[in-house]
C-alpha cells in the first residue's frame, strides 16, 4: 500500500434513460514536492512497468482544482464544477443551434430573387491566377 493519499474521481455514465454517478479512485505512485504522479485504480499493478507508466500516468497539482482529490468532498465539488461548465456550454449550443434553425427557415421562406445566386469566386478575383 502507497503511503501518498488515493485520489477520487466522480463521473456520469448514461445508463438507459438515466445516469449512473460511479466513483473512480487513483493511486500515487510518486510524489513531487508540488504534487503526485497517479494512475487508475485497476492500472496499478500495470503502472509497476516504467514503460507503461508513462503513458498512463496523470500528474496532479496537490494545492489547484484537481483531475482528482485526495478526499471525497473536494472530488464531489470538482464534479458538481464540471457539471456546470458542461450544462452552461451545451445550452449555448442548444441556443446557438435554435438559432441557427431559425435562421435557415426565414431564409428558406423569403422570396427568392429574380436570377440566380452565386455562389462561386466574386467578380474581383476572376483575373488572379493562383498556379
Not at 18 to 38: D, K
Not at 57 to 79: H, T
Not at 107 to 114: E, N
Request: aromatic share 12%; proline share 8%.
Amino acid at each position: 500500500m502507497s503511503e501518498y493519499p488515493v485520489h477520487y474521481r466522480l463521473r456520469d455514465i448514461a445508463v438507459g434513460p438515466g445516469v449512473e454517478i460511479c466513483v473512480e479512485r487513483y493511486i500515487p505512485i510518486a510524489e513531487t514536492p508540488m504534487g503526485y504522479w497517479v494512475v487508475w485504480e485497476h492500472e496499478q499493478i500495470a503502472a509497476r512497468d516504467a514503460k507503461y507508466a508513462k503513458q498512463v500516468r496523470k500528474w496532479v497539482p496537490k494545492n489547484s482544482p484537481r483531475f482528482c482529490s485526495p478526499d471525497m468532498r473536494s472530488a464531489e465539488y470538482s464534479f458538481m464544477c464540471r457539471k456546470k461548465v458542461q450544462r452552461r456550454k451545451l445550452k449555448w449550443q442548444l441556443e446557438q443551434c435554435e438559432q441557427a434553425i431559425l435562421g435557415m427557415e426565414c431564409l428558406q421562406s423569403a422570396p427568392f430573387p429574380s436570377g440566380s445566386l452565386d455562389c462561386g469566386v466574386p467578380a474581383e478575383w476572376q483575373g488572379l491566377c493562383w498556379e
